[in-house]
């Protein structure tokens, strides 16, 4: 049985930092490609950010800008999404998720395993 366990998330302010963090159980972490989904109420689940199964090869949203940076450890079986400099608009539920294969994708239905989300709520 395969479960992410996310967590990290919280209230912050504007132009503040926030390190998520997703670690999985029940696969073989460093076969899969990470990525970093949100989604905020009414809306559908948008990309973030991706990586490969060593975290060398890293793709990121347009809106991110150089704030947002993944990353993995793959003896922890953990993924991270590190933001900074935090805006209203990345208020949303945060999602990781793991995906076999050995390319690069931005579509949610691609994603094979996913957590369970973690809320980020960015006050102006």
């Known amino acids: 049985q395969v479960t992410l366990v996310e967590s990290g998330g919280g209230l912050v302010q504007a132009g503040d930092s926030l390190r998520l963090s997703c670690t999985a159980f029940g696969v073989t972490f460093n076969n899969y490609f990470m990525g970093w989904f949100r989604q905020a109420p009414g809306q559908e689940r948008e990309f973030v950010a991706t990586?490969?199964?060593?975290?060398?090869?890293?793709h990121y949203a347009d809106f991110v800008k150089g704030r947002f940076t993944i990353s993995r450890d793959n003896a922890k079986s953990t993924t991270y999404l590190q933001m900074s400099s935090l805006k209203p608009e990345d208020t949303a539920l945060y999602y990781c998720?793991?995906?076999?294969?050995?390319?690069?994708?931005?579509?949610?239905?691609?994603?094979?395993?996913w957590g369970q989300g973690t809320q980020v709520t960015v006050s102006s």
């Open positions: 998720a793991l995906r076999s294969g050995s390319i690069f994708t931005i579509t949610p239905a691609m994603y094979n395993y």
């Open positions: 990586g490969d199964a060593s975290g060398g090869m890293t």
